[in-house]
């Protein structure tokens, strides 16, 4: 059975800085597409980043402004999101997805949709607050 598990969230200032991590275990194949969402409260589940691992792509979701930076280490199922300049809007249940169909790279636009992934963790809390 295929399993994610986020770790590294918690409670920050404004202007802080953190590291999430997802790890994976019940497969020894290795996901075409990983991505992280989050979700506020009352609000949806959006799309924050996005990694292929063919040719290591990376997506990010317009409003980030660069502050995010989704990596993932070579040949593994382990994806990160190194999170800078945080915010209060950026508070929310963050979540890691994975698929390992191929579909992100033939519809890039697909990075940020929830159903393109077949894998999900179950989220890892980040708040940001002073």
């Known amino acids: 059975q295929v399993r994610l598990v986020e770790s590294g969230g918690g409670s920050v200032q404004p202007g802080g800085s953190l590291r999430l991590s997802c790890a994976t275990s019940g497969t020894g194949d290795l996901f075409n597409s990983m991505a992280w969402f989050r979700q506020a409260p009352g609000k949806e589940r959006e799309g924050v980043a996005g990694?292929?691992?063919?040719?290591?792509?990376?997506e990010y979701a317009d409003f980030l402004k660069g502050r995010f930076s989704i990596s993932r280490d070579s040949a593994s199922n382990t994806v990160y999101l190194r999170m800078n300049a945080l915010e209060p809007e950026d508070t929310g249940v963050y979540y890691c997805?994975?698929?390992?169909?191929?579909?992100?790279?033939?519809?890039?636009?697909?990075?940020?949709?929830?159903?393109?992934?077949?894998?999900w963790g179950q989220g890892t809390q980040v708040t940001v607050s002073s």
């Open positions: 997805a994975a698929d390992f169909s191929s579909r992100w790279s033939s519809y890039p636009d697909t990075w940020n949709v929830a159903s393109t992934y077949a894998f």
């Open positions: 990694h292929y691992y063919v040719g290591s792509s990376e």
